[in-house]
């Protein structure tokens, strides 16, 4: 998992898209699958669609629910998937 500490304000800060950048490869070389989280902003999510991480969670795509509601959400279905399909 990737901390929303790097993911916040991301998109105004080079260094930090590099940080994550090198994490989500790391991970990647590893075998490993990268969940960033804390992703609040569209710009966010695209920076990490183009670094290849696998999965986002945050209140762009929801906020907290309690698992009555979870069942309906999940239902609904995403008409496309947030990172590109690598979900």
Known sequence: K???????G????????????AMISLAHNLDLQVVAEGVETQEQLQLLREFGCDQAQGYLISKAMPLTELGHFLAAGVREPLLGGRC
């Open 10 to 21: 991301m998109e105004t800060r080079p260094q930090s898209q590099q940080l994550v950048q």
């Open 2 to 8: 990737i901390d929303r500490s790097f993911v916040t």
